[in-house]
């Protein structure tokens, strides 16, 4: 059974830094991985999609890394602003199963100006 | 133009009573999902649609009834409401086209049972 983990659950930093945030999972037969960022009180946001066959994703200052074999994903985040700071969540679609997206918890973002 | 709008935003009911929301995607995508987020952020789905046809159907009470008129649009009907069911319902889609399987989520419908 597929389960997704992310580390850490908050993290505060001042602004311009760079930050990694990490999400692992379980299973390597893997669909795709999906990089979300919710606001307070919002929808999701996609962010970064990466297809099983890929090894990252680029989009503006976010970088999201996949490596099926050792079942991790990171999401880079170059000179953060307080306008980065969200719950990013990564959810991993299923191979089988019709790719049903298993999600992680989220990792709260704080970035202080 | 909102991609996928659910409403209504907000709902305040009390127990027993029944409910609908609503969403609808102008993506053209051929997939459809609900999905509950509890108190503690924890997303999980419900229920998923592709081409008006069920293909998820997670462990939900049956009081839950998804409906599916046509592709660009999944409703979620919901009988006897219990204070469990406080939460916030959203609607996503995706396509196979372009990024595909990417999700594209509504703004959420926050439902609130006293």
């Known amino acids: 059974k597929q389960e997704v983990t992310q580390i850490p659950a908050a993290l505060s930093v001042p602004e311009g830094e760079n930050l990694v945030l990490n999400c692992s999972f379980t299973d390597s037969a893997i669909y795709n991985l999906q990089w979300f960022r919710q606001d307070p009180g919002k929808g999701l946001t996609s962010l970064l999609l990466?297809?099983?066959s890929q090894r990252e994703q680029t989009s503006g200052r976010l970088n999201a890394s996949l490596d099926k074999s050792s079942g991790r994903s990171t999401l880079y985040i170059a000179a953060s602003q307080p306008g980065d700071s969200a719950t990013y969540l990564c959810a991993v679609g299923d191979a089988g199963n019709n790719r049903k997206l298993i999600w992680g918890l989220g990792t709260s973002l704080a970035v202080n100006p | 133009d909102t991609a996928v709008s659910q409403t209504p935003k907000y709902l305040v009911t009390q127990m027993g009573n029944d409910k609908s929301i609503k969403c609808e995607q102008n993506?053209?995508?051929?997939?459809m999902y609900w999905y509950k987020q509890d108190s503690k952020k924890f997303l999980k789905i419900m229920f998923s649609y592709n081409n008006k046809e069920l293909i998820i159907n997670e462990t939900v009470p049956n009081r839950f009834s998804p409906k599916s008129p046509d592709k660009a649009h999944l409703n979620l009907h919901i009988n006897s409401l219990e204070l469990g069911d406080s939460a916030v319902y959203f609607c996503a889609s995706s396509g196979l086209a372009g990024r595909r399987g990417e999700l594209f989520f509504g703004e959420g419908s926050r439902l609130t049972v006293l």
């Open positions: 990466i297809q099983s």
């Open positions: 993506l053209g995508h051929d997939t």
